[in-house]
């Protein structure tokens, strides 16, 4: 079945399913435990901001996987794979291996595939860089929060 909503679908299910396994449990004592930023919105905020994640993400890979196939198409599906592969991750850094310093520096590269996700987006389909626009823009908020997280809370850069 070639369906972009079943593709789209399917994608979404399973890296939220990966982010949640690799998240762990102790999602709400491992907030609990930080000195967060003045800035920082409450936990309830957060899942809403993974569930925008995912509609964001679903879009896009709606609208790509309409697309006819080309090298540009298929480097922004290989881009936004990774982008949810490297969030997934993020959360294995961040929950299970408690370490800020590292979940702060992954940040860095994921940013730049996102911004690099818009740039092919805004040439292959102006719809869904325009969907993409306020979570690339949200990124610098995120990068941001990461920085002052792990400057809060000293002695949370163990290794993994």
């Not at 396994?21 to 409450?42: E, K, M, N, W």
């Not at 997934?88 to 310093?101: P, Q």
């Amino acid at each position: 079945m070639n369906s972009p909503l079943a593709y789209s679908l399917a994608l979404c299910a399973i890296s939220a399913t990966l982010e949640g396994i690799l998240a762990g449990r102790g999602v709400q004592a491992r907030f609990a435990d930080l000195r967060l930023p003045r800035y920082s919105p409450p936990l309830p905020v957060w899942f809403v901001i993974g569930g925008i994640f995912y509609v964001v993400c679903f879009s896009v890979l709606y609208r790509l996987f309409s697309l006819p196939g080309s090298g540009l198409r298929d480097a922004a599906l290989v881009l936004l794979v990774g982008m949810m592969l490297m969030n997934a991750l993020w959360n294995y850094v961040f929950f299970r291996a408690r370490n800020l310093f590292l979940s702060f520096v992954t940040c860095l590269p994921y940013g730049l595939v996102a911004v690099v996700l818009f740039v092919l987006m805004l040439k292959l389909d102006r719809l869904a860089a325009l969907v993409l626009s306020p979570y690339i823009l949200y990124l610098g908020y995120a990068i941001a929060w990461g920085y002052a997280l792990w400057k809060r809370n000293p002695g949370e850069e163990v290794a993994v």
